[in-house]
């Protein structure tokens, strides 16, 4: 059975950092993309950064480019995005998603496995 846990979440100021953990059992990351999306309150899921573990290729909206990181521990089958800067409209909740195939940018029609989602809360 296939589980990915989001852990990391919380309340920080603006121009604080959180880093998120996606940890995957059931699946081997070598063999699928990891996407990071978030859905703000109203708003529609917005995919905001995806990874190839097997390649390490990575693509970022430009709406955090320069201020989040993915990256992948295959040993731990656990992908994280780290987040600096944050600002209030980063806030939302961010859910990470399994899917087959690597595309950029990250839709989530592409993605079959979901974790819970973990609330982040930026305020000014």
């Known amino acids: 059975q296939v589980q990915l846990v989001e852990s990391g979440g919380g309340s920080v100021q603006s121009g604080g950092s959180l880093r998120l953990s996606c940890e995957a059992s059931g699946l081997n990351l070598d063999y699928y993309a990891i996407g990071w999306f978030r859905q703000a309150p109203g708003k529609e899921r917005e995919g905001v950064s995806c990874i190839s573990t097997t390649d390490g290729v990575t693509y970022y909206a430009d709406s955090v480019k320069g201020r989040f990181t993915i990256s992948g521990d295959n040993a731990k089958n656990t992908v994280y995005l780290q987040m600096n800067s944050l600002k209030p409209e980063d806030t939302a909740v961010y859910y990470c998603?399994?899917?087959?195939?690597?595309?950029?940018?990250?839709?989530?029609?592409?993605?079959?496995?979901w974790g819970q989602g973990t609330q982040v809360t930026v305020s000014s």
């Open positions: 998603a399994a899917g087959p195939a690597y595309v950029e940018p990250p839709d989530e029609h592409d993605y079959d496995h």
